[in-house]
């Protein structure tokens, strides 16, 4: 049974910073490119970063960049993102997310595969 589970959301106030993780399992992680996504009340789903399957190469979306850094431990089947500097339109449930393509093209939600639940990010002003 393929689990994502996220965790190290909550409350925080701008310019502060939070730590996400995902721990996988049930399937082999180390062969997906995995991302983090994230989708505010009221808006469409957005990407926010990805990481190629042996965590060597990143990419983000135009919000996370400079502030946001995604990254992979395989041998724990877990997947982080270090959020700095954290801004009141971060506000959002954040979701990782797993594909079996090639992250460069894996740029849409319906390119990955599996999903976790979320997790509430709500910054502050």
């Known amino acids: 049974q393929v689990q994502l589970v996220e965790s190290g959301g909550g409350s925080v106030q701008a310019g502060g910073s939070l730590r996400l993780s995902c721990a996988a399992s049930g399937y082999t992680a180390s062969r997906y490119c995995m991302g983090w996504f994230r989708q505010a009340q009221g808006k469409e789903r957005e990407g926010v970063a990805r990481?190629?399957?042996?965590?060597?190469?990143?990419i983000y979306g135009d919000s996370a960049k400079g502030r946001f850094t995604i990254s992979r431990d395989n041998a724990k089947n877990t997947l982080y993102l270090q959020m700095n500097s954290l801004k009141p339109e971060d506000t959002a449930m954040y979701y990782c997310?797993?594909?079996?393509?090639?992250?460069?093209?894996?740029?849409?939600?319906?390119?990955?595969?599996?999903w976790g639940q979320g997790t509430q990010v709500t910054v502050s002003s």
């Open positions: 997310a797993a594909s079996p393509y090639n992250c460069y093209s894996a740029s849409r939600s319906a390119d990955f595969v599996y």
């Open positions: 990481i190629y399957t042996g965590g060597g190469s990143t």
